[in-house]
């Protein structure tokens, strides 16, 4: 038995950063032999026909067979794990609504497709921005697909906000426990340090609460645009490997809370509907639930309040596009 990957902007760097990782066996386990389906738009098909090359000169003992194309029906026919990562970026002088369309002009048809052919139990991460809502769109025409099996990235904001608490505290990043990323990924997420652990004590007990609102949540937050003045080019291997790490976990469970962006079916007052980040649990045997019952504080309530205004607003401008029913 093997599993089928569909992997979309095969060509782009988070591709070039991925690919390898999963054909090495580190998405799924050792145990499990891999198919990957590479989607990407045609003047790219030549770029990932490279990458591919790369993947088979890696000799990799997991990888059965690479298929290259540019139609999103071949692309998921059978997907086990989606991972959805090619989109639009925003050009200059774009308003939202245009990257909105543009976006949904990708995912509505790649949400199509997967309803049409994926396999039952397929799992999709979105990655490519704006995550939160080209995962709604997906999933709102995937109508025969459980909700539950859309999902979007929020686990890089989470370990950079991980990364960054450790070394403000001088401990070690596995010190760190139950940091949770609610939200948007966008700069208006929150990073809850009310819920999250250190050395097995709150968090937010152990920092300044000034610099947690006025510089940790900014950096946390515009931390992609700082890696882009840096390197002159956005997050690629982080990114790849928070991909790697939210499936991996979702299909092989892990310690913890963690932050995934899922459907909201109205925890903590974020109105169902909306793909939101929340805390959750992922069972050794796969799967996740949403944790309830957490606290959340007026000034927790505050910050969430304001990026899930946000994912409404995008949800509305999408609604209005027709991209969603
Ligand atoms: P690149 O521009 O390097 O690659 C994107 C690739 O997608 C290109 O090869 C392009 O041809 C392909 N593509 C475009 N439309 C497609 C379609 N309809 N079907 C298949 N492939 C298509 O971008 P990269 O750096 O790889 O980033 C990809 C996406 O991830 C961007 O939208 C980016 O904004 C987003 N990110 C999301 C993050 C998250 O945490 N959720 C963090 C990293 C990243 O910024």
Partial sequence: MSKTITLTGAAGAIGYAALFRIASGQLLGQNEKIKLKLLEIEPALQAAEGTAMELEDSAF????????????????????????????????????????????????????????HADDDVRILVVGNPANTNALIAMSNAPDVPHDRFTSMT????????????????????????????????????PDLFNAKVNGERAADQVDLDWYENEYMPRVGKRGAAVIEARGASSAASAANAAIDHVHDWALGAEGLHSMAVRSEGQYGIEEG???????????????????????????????????????????AVKELGLIG
């Avoid at 692309?75 to 609504?97: N, S, Y």
């Avoid at 686990?155 to 940091?179: F, G, I, P, T």
């Fill in 155 to 190: 686990r890089l904001d989470e370990n950079r906000a991980v990364s960054m608490l450790a070394r403000k505290l001088s401990v070690s990043v596995e010190d760190v426990e139950d940091l949770v990323v609610w939200g948007n990924h966008s700069p208006t997420m929150f």
């Fill in 274 to 316: 909306l793909i939101s980040s929340f805390p959750v649990r992922l069972h050794s045997g796969g799967g996740y639930e949403v944790v309830e019952g957490l606290e959340i504080n007026d000034f927790a309530r505050s910050k969430i309040d304001i990026t899930v205004n946000e994912l409404k607003e995008e949800r509305d």
């Fill in 61 to 116: 003992p997991l990888l059965e067979s690479i298929d290259i194309t540019s139609d999103a029906n071949e692309a998921f026919d059978g997907c086990d794990v989606g991972m959805l990562i090619g989109a639009q970026p925003r050009k200059q002088g774009m308003e939202r609504a245009d990257l909105l369309e543009a976006n949904g002009a990708i995912f509505k048809p790649q949400g199509e497709a997967i309803n049409s």
